[in-house]
């Protein structure tokens, strides 16, 4: 259970206090427990709701580090990713992944037979501890019919075949924060959402809690905890400058955004495309519960955050490459249901390329209060391993109590959308009761919280403002507050 009550976790004792609820916080929270720290977990807003709940929803495997030999890296992603699978198999799959290729450059029939061989031997331990259903099969490079087979629309002329792989989805990624609260919490972490963290508490130069903001009562409490770790994402510079100073290399600024497309998938599997032009970008093609997630475009940031930072011209340019990359698919904006975006660290100022490694600034050896961390990083697959290197620093003695999958709670598994909405037809009673134990397990407080990061119910936004309006007389909200509740969800489309 997660279970929302700041005055109660006003009155223990804590080890470690984190700042931020996304993927990273949340990992942190979870790694900590495993290793018998006892933590307590802010987040502003809702949980994974910022930039974890707008990405891709793939598990990479690090293919993409071949290119560059950067082995560490790859080897490192290959390990998430079967820690993923192993963990998690009901909410992380196998995905099929098709490039096709045109002999341009690396993308050559010849290179890309090499790559695969090197991947499949690099991780040769990818499918070790994971359940069946869940094991990657080896890549392979298929011929031009071969590739037609799988993608009817590709482009024909000049195709030389194409690279097949597979990597790791995630579909439902905000169950799968969710998922790991529950894990935290059944080990003894404690999760608060709608609280904000106000400043630290010291005392002779050293961390002794956290002042927070209950921002639905507007009382304010103290955690008490000897560590504060700032895992504030796309805020951490700006936490990190209020409790002790700015550190730029925390988080640079820089946009990516996915667009969810209103069509159906152009191939069984996913697809790695890019315009056929000098420099440009590679687009994966996501299939995702019959519609396409495409992402990823990145371009560079200046100056402060925005609310909204994606211009129609972004999204036009997107549009405009994934048509140049698929003759015939011919997208138009009215296909664009969503826009999930969101800010990633940058390798440097105005840049569009991303940080390489995640950033870890310990506060107490650079004048500021012994006991404060502030940590970034880059990638959701890669969240756990930075957490676990992290309490390597932080807590150095702690070890994880056991690392079998068995020790995961039961997942508490939401009803599908098609289920719920039958039972809101046939069955209101019992409807009812899938919502009061969302909302009562699940620190529930929005109607945002309940279709977007609880469920995919409103992943759609059609469907979103139709199972809204069905919920509202549920929960007893008058129209005041389902008005509220449908504007929060019109929100979040953009």
Not at 169 to 183: C, G, K, T
Not at 431 to 451: F, G, N, P
Request: glycine share 10%.
């Amino acid at each position: 259970m997660i279970r929302r009550d700041p005055a109660a976790a006003a009155a223990g004792q804590f080890d470690l206090a984190i700042v931020g609820g996304g993927i990273y916080g949340v990992t942190l929270a979870l790694e900590a427990a495993r290793r018998g720290v006892r933590s307590v977990l802010v987040e502003r807003d809702d949980f994974g709701g910022a930039t974890s709940w707008n990405s891709l929803r793939i598990v990479h495997g690090g293919l993409r580090y071949l290119q560059t030999l950067d082995l560490p890296r790859f080897r490192e992603s290959v390990v998430e990713r079967r820690w993923w699978l192993a963990h998690f198999p009901d909410l992380v799959r196998p995905l099929p992944c098709l490039m096709p290729l045109y002999g341009n450059g690396m993308r050559r029939p010849a290179v890309l037979r090499i790559a695969l061989a090197m991947n499949d031997i690099l991780s040769a331990r990818r499918n070790v501890g994971v359940d069946a259903h869940c094991t990657l099969p080896r890549g392979r490079v298929l011929n031009p019919a071969q590739t037609a087979a799988h993608f009817p629309g590709v482009e024909t002329q000049g195709l030389r075949g194409a690279a097949l792989w597979h990597d790791a989805a995630m579909p439902d990624s905000q169950r799968l924060i969710v998922e790991l609260l529950h894990w935290a919490g059944s080990a003894g972490a404690v999760a608060l959402n709608y609280t904000e963290a106000g400043g630290i508490v010291a005392a002779g130069g050293t961390v002794r809690g956290l002042a927070v903001r209950d921002r639905l009562t507007d009382e304010e409490h103290l955690l008490a905890a000897p560590v504060v770790i700032n895992c504030a994402g796309p805020w951490c510079r700006e936490l990190a400058a209020m409790f002790h100073r700015d550190f730029p290399e925390l988080f640079r600024l820089s946009l990516a955004f996915n667009v969810l497309l209103d069509r159906t998938p152009p191939a069984d599997t996913a697809l790695g495309v890019e315009p056929r032009e000098p420099g440009a970008r590679t687009y994966f093609l996501h299939p995702w519960k019959g519609k396409v997630l495409a992402g990823t475009f990145h371009a560079p940031w200046e100056g402060p955050r925005a609310d909204d930072a994606v211009e129609e011209g972004h999204v036009a340019e997107f549009l405009g490459d994934l048509n140049q990359a698929i003759p015939g698919f011919d997208l138009r904006p009215a296909d664009v249901l969503r826009v999930h975006w969101g800010y990633l660290p940058a390798a440097a100022e105005g840049s569009a390329a991303l940080a390489a490694r995640e950033v870890l600034v310990d506060h107490g050896s650079t004048g500021g209060p012994r006991g404060l961390f502030s940590v970034s990083g880059v990638k959701f697959t890669t969240a756990r391993r930075v957490a676990e290197r992290t309490l390597r620093t932080v807590f150095p003695a702690a070890r994880p109590a056991a690392r079998s999958p068995t020790c995961r709670p039961a997942p508490a598994t939401p009803a599908s959308l098609a289920q719920f909405e039958d039972w809101l037809s046939r069955e209101p009673e019992r409807a009812a009761q899938e919502v009061r134990r969302l909302v009562e397990t699940e620190a529930v407080i929005h109607i945002d919280d309940l279709v977007l990061r609880r469920t995919d119910w409103g992943m759609d936004p059609r469907e979103g403002r139709r199972i809204a309006t069905g919920i509202a007389p549920l929960l007893g909200w008058d129209d005041d507050r389902l008005r509220s509740g449908l504007a929060r969800l019109a929100g979040a489309e953009r």
